[in-house]
């Protein structure tokens, strides 16, 4: 029976521990550096209604069967599946939903100990004064010649992978817990801080309609560099889902849902714990971190006049702007980028962890094998990431070393390979890896396990609360979710792949 069966990778010492440790995963990176540039992208209030509703209608009754099934299963991700598909009586292929998540967690911490190496960067930086009384174009040009080169970068990328394997290595109640406890806090206060100097900035009132005017234009017609709309050759606008599929990929991706992430955690957690309770506790700090993030960037992005549709430089090019202008600016710009890479730091571990943990159950490795292993492959990808960060894209990186392997390189109507490698593994990941996972996991928990098994392990209070979370994993998130999969792929390819060959 579950409640005998205890994890073989330790235990948190108390609910608070798995609660810190689930924020932990969550917040990170995808808080504070990708939520205002994909913000920006999609034009402000109408991409943050859809996401909001995309964490409560799929986000929520995912983390919490998530949750549920690792502590079920009790092992990695893999073989948790795997027990529990045998303890329902079905296909042990449900395992492989393990498999794809250790491989979404593998390519995501590819590209994110790249920014998180360029965090680690900015600490320093911060620290120096370098930021001191620099205009924008200054703090954009400091930017630009630092991510011009690839050898510091790839420097940076190691540090972090480096420190996140560390902690992976020594097992997470040693390493996890303890760092997790002091800096959540910490984080939140600085946020709210700088959020009150944004307060008073000109910026203020126009980042406050930015953010909160829903204007659906934005969202589902595609926009250029410049924020401008994008005519086809009839003089339409072009139409693109892409907006409200990011706003899903990004709930899956800032939830840490649909790779085993909390899957993992989850397995740690003692019986005696609501799921539900801690689930919405983690659901709602995540989310308010994500907006106070918000609320920071955009008052200097207004003040400045830069544009907010910047990308993935957004932070790197609006923050220091700020710090350069307030007294003390060398010093909250150390702590708050030094807090940004814990958080990145924290959110990492997650994502080896599930990788890690099966290595060590299925290939009978030791922590420290098993973490050294993952830690060198996934160093590996990475590079492609540091040449993207340095404005290579696929269709140049393929170029330059094609002389050497000859490879042909199809020019898809001359687009598709200007993608850069971030752009690829981002896309294939929060796009389609995440939400596959999570689709997988909700028809598994809502169609699968007989309701006896996931009524006893969600142990929830109330027989209502227990009917909600089955109705909405058997029918609303699924059904959800695959409306916003299909029209989001089929609208996104076509103008891809239909409408542009118009134009060209
Ligand atoms: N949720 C993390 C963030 O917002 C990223 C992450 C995704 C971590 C998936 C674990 C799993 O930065």
Not at 382 to 402: C, D, E, K, P, Q
């Amino acid at each position: 029976m579950s409640e005998e069966r205890s994890s073989i990778h330790g235990e948190w010492s108390t609910s608070l521990a798995f609660i810190l440790a689930a924020a932990g995963s969550t917040v990170g990176l995808g808080n504070i550096w990708k939520f205002p540039y994909i913000v920006g992208t999609y034009g402000g209030g109408a991409f943050i209604m859809v996401y909001l509703l995309c964490i409560a209608i799929i986000g929520i009754p995912i983390m919490m069967s998530e949750a549920m099934l690792g502590r079920r299963g009790r092992q990695s991700p893999y073989n948790s599946m795997k027990i529990i598909a045998m303890e329902e009586g079905r296909s042990g292929w449900w395992a492989w939903l393990g498999g794809i998540g250790a491989l979404s967690g593998f390519l995501i911490l590819s590209y994110y100990s790249v920014v998180g190496g360029q965090v680690a960067a900015y600490v320093f930086r911060a620290l120096s004064g370098e930021f001191n009384s620099q205009s924008a174009e200054g703090i954009r040009s400091i930017y630009e010649d630092f991510r011009a080169n690839p050898e510091v970068l790839l420097a940076w990328h190691t540090i972090f992978m480096v420190i996140t394997l560390i902690v992976v290595s020594r097992g997470v109640r040693a390493g996890l817990e303890r760092a997790i406890r002091i800096l959540m806090p910490v984080l939140i206060v600085l946020l709210v801080l700088l959020m009150g100097y944004g307060m008073n900035s000109d910026g203020f009132q126009n980042s406050m309609s930015f953010l909160f005017h829903i204007d659906f234009s934005s969202l589902v017609f595609e926009k250029d560099k410049l924020g401008n709309f994008v005519f086809d050759t009839s003089g339409s606008r072009i139409f693109t889902m892409k907006g409200i599929l990011t706003a899903m990929g990004h709930a899956f991706f800032t939830l840490s849902l649909g790779l085993g992430a909390i899957m993992i955690y989850g397995s740690y957690l003692k019986r005696e714990v609501s799921i539900a309770g801690t689930v919405f506790l983690i659901v709602i700090l995540d989310t308010v971190i994500a907006i106070l993030a918000g609320l920071v960037v955009f008052p200097i992005v207004f003040e400045y006049g830069l544009n907010p549709s910047a990308g993935p430089s957004l932070i790197f090019e609006s923050l220091p702007i700020a710090f350069g202008a307030m007294p003390f600016g060398e010093l909250i710009g150390f702590s708050f980028f030094l807090l940004l890479l814990f958080a990145a730091w924290t959110s990492a571990i997650s994502l080896v962890e599930p990788v890690v943990t099966w290595m060590i159950e299925r290939h009978n490795m030791t922590r420290v094998q098993a973490s050294v292993w993952t830690g060198i492959a996934i160093w590996m990808i990475g590079i492609f990431s540091v040449f993207s960060a340095s404005g290579t894209t696929l269709r140049r990186l393929v170029n330059t070393t094609s002389d050497y392997f000859k490879l042909a390189v199809p020019d898809m109507n001359g687009r598709f390979f200007n993608l850069t490698a971030f752009d690829l593994v981002d896309a294939l990941v929060t796009l389609f890896l995440l939400p596959m996972g999570g689709l997988f996991i909700v028809v598994f928990a809502g169609w699968r396990m007989r309701s006896a098994s996931t009524r006893d392990e969600l142990n929830l209070r109330k027989d209502w609360m227990y009917n909600t979370w089955r109705f909405m994993v058997r029918y609303v998130t699924p059904i959800a979710l695959l409306v916003v999969f299909i029209f989001g792929l089929v609208a996104w390819i076509g103008k891809h792949f239909v409408t542009r060959a118009v134009i060209t």
